[in-house]
Every structure is written in structure tokens, then in C-alpha cells.
């Protein structure tokens, strides 16, 4: 089980508090589909995925960098058990979607990198290391039900 410290604590909340999900997801989940493009073979049925240009403007990929992020919230609500929390989530990319669990951390890179542009100098190295010690749980939850 893992063990959190007041300040991660305060600081994922504080995070997630501020976020909005409209700007950060759809940049985290776009930026994803450019840095590592072969995450575009599980989104086949997007339509336009052929430039840079062409994913930020995709309402699709929009829609889904959403849809990321309330996942995500699910484990701030929850953080004392995100292994039980995404359970259900880690069998259907797993088994359904076929998606491999590598691809979480790319995704993980994406939303810190995300994060840490929207927060500017209020992204100190403490609170990075919650950031990413939070999403290092959430990567190896979804993990959690490949065999
Ligand atoms: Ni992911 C659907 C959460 C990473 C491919 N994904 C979902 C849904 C949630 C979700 C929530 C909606 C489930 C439902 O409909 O019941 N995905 C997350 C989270 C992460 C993540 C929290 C990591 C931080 N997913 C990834 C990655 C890929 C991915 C890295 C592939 C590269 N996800 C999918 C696909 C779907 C999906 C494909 C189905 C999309 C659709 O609309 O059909």
C-alpha cells in the first residue's frame, strides 16, 4: 500500500483542484498522439490524425484527453486505494482495448509536462516529485491487470 505525506496529498489535490480539464487534457492527450505517434493505432476510428495541427484541432482527441482526466480523478478521490480504483479500467485496456501498458507512462510524461507549463515557477522539484510519484501509482494500476 503506499504511503503518502500530508504534502503530496495536499499538493495532488491542489492540482487537480485547479486544473482546467478543457485546456490540460486535450493538450496532454494531442501532445501523446505527436511525441509517441504509434499511440494513434488504438484511436483508428478518430478521423484526422495527420499532423500536429490536425490532432489539437480534433474534436475526438478533445473529447478523450476529457475523458483522461476524469479516469484520473477517480484516483484523486480515491488515493489510498488507486490499485482497487482501476481495476475495472486496467481489464479493459487490457483485455478489451488491447492497449499496451507501456503506453501509460508515455501518456503520464505528457500530462506532467503539461502540468508543469500551466504551472510555470508554482512547479517546484517537491512538487513534481508528488506529481509523478502519484502517476507512477496510476501507471502501475492500470498495469495491474495485464498477464
Ligand atoms: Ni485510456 C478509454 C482512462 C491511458 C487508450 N481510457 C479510456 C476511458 C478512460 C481511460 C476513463 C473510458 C473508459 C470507458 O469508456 O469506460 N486511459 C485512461 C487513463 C490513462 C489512459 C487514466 C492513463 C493515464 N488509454 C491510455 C493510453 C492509451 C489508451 C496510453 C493508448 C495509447 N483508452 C484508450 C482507448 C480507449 C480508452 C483506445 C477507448 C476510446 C474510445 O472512445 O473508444
Redesign the pocket.
Known amino acids: 500500500m503506499v504511503q503518502w505525506t500530508d504534502f503530496e496529498r495536499a499538493t495532488i489535490q491542489n492540482i487537480f483542484g485547479k486544473m482546467d480539464y478543457e485546456d490540460v487534457g486535450p493538450a496532454a492527450f494531442g501532445r ?1 498522439l505527436v511525441v509517441y505517434p504509434w ?1 494513434q493505432r ?2 483508428g476510428n478518430f478521423g484526422n490524425l495527420y499532423n500536429a495541427a490536425a490532432i489539437q484541432a480534433n474534436p475526438m482527441v478533445a473529447a ?1 484527453g476529457k ?2 482526466l ?3 480523478d477517480k484516483a484523486v478521490k480515491n488515493m489510498d486505494d488507486i490499485k482497487a480504483t482501476y481495476a475495472e ?1 486496467s481489464v ?2 487490457s483485455e478489451k ?1 488491447h ?1 499496451d501498458p507501456d ?2 507512462r ?3 510524461d505528457c500530462l506532467t509536462i503539461v502540468v508543469a507549463s500551466r504551472m510555470g515557477s508554482d512547479f517546484t522539484a517537491d512538487v513534481q516529485a508528488a506529481f509523478q510519484k502519484f502517476l507512477a501509482v ?1 501507471v502501475s494500476s ?1 498495469g495491474r491487470q495485464y498477464h
Open positions: 501523446c499511440t488504438y484511436f478523450h475523458t483522461v476524469r479516469g484520473l479500467l479493459l485496456h482495448l492497449v503506453n501509460f508515455l501518456l503520464a496510476v492500470l
